[in-house]
């Protein structure tokens, strides 16, 4: 993405720089963007510094580097949860928005409940900028790879062309899942499937072992078979079966327990079905797994 005026990279701003935003915020820099970066985190903002990013204060100084290089910058977010989203954005003073001038266009690419993001969205438009919300599909591997897919809601088409640029740098697939906050609702009902497979391919892959097969071949067998799914092929729980993957390394980095269980309860409660037995029971599992002290693990320590 180039300034037509200036005939420069336009700078990105980057607020949230853990296991999935600092991978992502790479490519960015990579690509020859300036970027602008804040994490509460000081040791992950260093780091990034080293690489090539500025350094901000604050999430409003964020902002306000942007505004004084371009009119028409991005900003992207990648947090934990609602409460992170919103204080990032609306806190008074340090919050993104405090900082922000009327152009600059904000992707979220956190996992909240929709009705954060259609929040967010109306608080970015007293302020003149423009909001998406972008949460991601593909896990430390995707963000790794830049391969990414990204569910986006966004109040016009516009708002889709304008921010896919920055997307596709992260990412291989951008999908405009509808209005704002539908990106959200795509997420969460992905991470409700995502949940209960893993959990399947997890007990799967204890049952075959137990019966005597090997895990590697046990493993062939779901990747091309019916059992076949990204738990498995992509993301196997088993430790040995595939490198680069949380398994592989005692199930450190990747995407926490915690967070899987946070992703589930707003699932369950953005839309209380009294059906949804099976997300209400992979929650259970979940819930287990932080209690037994895995809740920073990925959530692939379920295998355990």
Request: charged share 20%; aromatic share 4%; net charge neutral.
């Amino acid at each position: 993405e180039r300034d037509s005026l200036a005939g420069i990279m336009l700078p990105i701003g980057f607020v949230g720089l853990g296991n999935m935003g600092a991978r992502m915020a790479r490519h960015l820099l990579r690509a020859g963007h300036c970027v602008v970066a804040f994490d509460s985190n000081d040791e992950r903002l260093v780091q990034l510094q080293r690489e090539g990013a500025q350094m901000a204060h604050s999430a409003a100084d964020v902002s306000a580097r942007l505004a004084a290089q371009s009119a028409e910058a991005t900003l992207i977010t990648m947090l934990p949860g609602n409460e992170q989203v919103r204080d990032a954005f609306t806190t008074d003073r340090i919050g993104i928005l405090a900082g922000a001038r009327p152009g600059l266009q904000l992707i979220d690419c956190s996992t909240v409940a929709p009705a954060v993001s259609r929040e967010m969205h109306a608080a970015a438009r007293e302020r003149e900028c423009d909001f998406v919300d972008a949460p991601v599909s593909g896990g430390v591997v995707g963000a790794e790879a830049a391969s990414l897919t990204f569910m986006v809601g966004a109040a016009n088409g516009a708002s889709v062309a304008r921010a896919t640029p920055v997307l596709e740098l992260m990412g291989k697939r951008v999908l405009h899942c509808g209005g704002v906050g539908s990106g959200q609702a795509a997420k969460l009902a992905n991470n409700l499937v995502l949940a209960v497979s893993m959990l399947g391919v997890a007990e799967g892959m204890l049952l075959g072992q137990r019966l005597g097969v090997d895990k590697k071949v046990l493993a062939s067998v779901f990747d091309s078979s019916s059992a076949r799914c990204w738990a498995s092929d992509t993301y196997n729980p088993c430790p040995g079966v595939l490198d680069g993957v949380p398994s592989s390394r005692e199930y450190e980095g990747g995407f926490a327990v915690d967070l899987m269980r946070k992703d589930l309860r707003l699932a369950l409660g953005a839309a209380p079905l009294p059906t949804v037995r099976t997300a209400r029971a992979a929650l259970a599992a979940y819930d287990a797994a932080s209690g037994a002290g895995h809740g920073s693990k990925d959530f692939s320590v379920v295998y355990r």
